[in-house]
């Protein structure tokens, strides 16, 4: 697991008022807590079968918690992903999409899921406009910051 991996986990953490997690896997396992005063805990890991370091983190008060929309040469506003993982259109697959190509969105406006260990995040505009374009397919990964939508501002 590297530190981009690490800070995604904690951006979730942030955002869903998460204070402990817990990650164990073949070859490791990881361990973060966050204080009452929302700064951060030192990571504690187990006994690994290899030798490991302690990973200095910044404060969680320090990250953004999610990417701010931005305008790319066109006039259009990117909206991005703010964190790790699998990408929705819509509620279940049986149902529409949240938005399609044209469609109008407002600040509130849910415009896809993002699941993130087994976790079903609504993702919304954070700006108003209409959809221009779809960047990313439906059940495909996405990373921290990767643009989901162009919009054209109103």
Not at 23 to 35: A, H, N, T
Not at 55 to 77: C, D, M
């Amino acid at each position: 697991m590297d530190l981009k991996d690490i800070k995604a986990i904690i951006d979730l953490m942030k955002k869903n008022s998460i204070t402990e997690f817990e990650l164990e896997r073949q070859d490791s396992k990881i361990r973060l807590k966050r204080g009452l005063n929302g700064g951060a805990v030192p990571i504690q890991q187990a006994d690994e079968p290899f030798p490991t370091q302690p990973v200095a983190l910044p404060p969680i008060s320090g990250q953004p918690a999610v990417p701010a929309p931005t305008s790319v040469s066109n006039g259009e506003i990117e909206i991005k992903s703010p964190m790790i993982g699998t990408f929705y259109r819509s509620p279940s697959p049986e149902a529409a999409p949240y938005i399609e190509i044209g469609g109008e969105v407002g600040l509130d406006t849910v415009v896809c899921i993002i699941e993130a260990m087994k976790v079903m995040n609504e993702i919304k505009a954070e700006v108003k406009g209409a959809i221009t374009q779809v960047l990313v397919e439906n059940g495909k990964p996405v990373e921290f910051g990767q643009p989901l939508f162009k919009v054209r501002p109103n």
